[in-house]
């Protein structure tokens, strides 16, 4: 299961009842924040999220709303005496920003911090490791911006109940929850993990904000757990959409439906719409599983 938690839901200025883009997504072992627009901090302290999980940062793209919180955080990372080492990953400047912030105030970290430029024009793994895939997904924005596919790996198979008696030794078990066929010596299958064993499913998250509406990303995104989808506007404004290279919440929907996703959230509102009720009944009405990004909310995926 990966859990994700909704730190920010707005877009370009905060208003009170929305802090701008930025989202935890955890496993038993680690988190990934994802975007870090301003006020970060206070929300990741507001909904108690350890940090020191916290090992890889993404950010999307350099527009303020998604990246300007990174320094104050970085900043309370080391007043906090954090030593583990951290990695940040995002579009190329990010690296130059950051570095010349704690250049002139004379910051000092005591953790090590890794800056990895992002190609944001082709979906290309970043992270890999036995519990977590990440590729990132390239989005059309007015700055090169992309968004993030988390596939969590399935873990160990489970043994079916009833299948297994004392004749099993404690070998033979590990190698059907390994995923293996126990052999006799001869090499003929005397247990097989087909019928011994079922698989995991893997969890799988996709990100995608902000971007025009773009249907390239849907065979990337196909049948994902979760897709959080940015739908900045209504329908009404879908020009304006068009030119800011945003989305409405009816396009946003349109490539859920479109990926067979079973879950879709919409967020990063423009700050002129206060209820959203709107919103999501243009979203629902072309892909009904649909919910609204709150802060504050958690969201598990996959099982
Ligand atoms: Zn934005
Ligand atoms: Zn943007």
Known sequence: VLNLTILGTGSATPILLRNPSAQVLSNEYESYLIDCGEGTQNQLIKYKIKTNKIKHIFISHLHG???FGLIGLLSSFNLAHRTEPLTIFGPKGLDDIITIQLKYSGTFLHFKLTFTAINTTIDEVIVENEIIKITTIPLIH???CCGFLFEKKPKNRNIIKGKINEHFSIE???QLKEGKNVLHEDLSI???VETHTKAHSSAKYAYCSDTAFNEQIIPQIEKV???YH???FKEDLIGRAAVTFHSTAMQAAKIAKSANVNKLLIGHFSSRYID???NLA???SIFTNTEIAIEGNQYEIGN
């Open 282 to 284: 243009e979203a629902k």
């Open 230 to 232: 940015e739908a900045t």
């Open 225 to 227: 757990d979760l897709l």
């Open 276 to 278: 959203l009720d709107e």
């Open 142 to 144: 007015r700055i090169p």
């Open 65 to 67: 709303d998604h990246f």
């Open 172 to 174: 033979e078990i590990k």
């Open 190 to 192: 005397k247990y097989s």
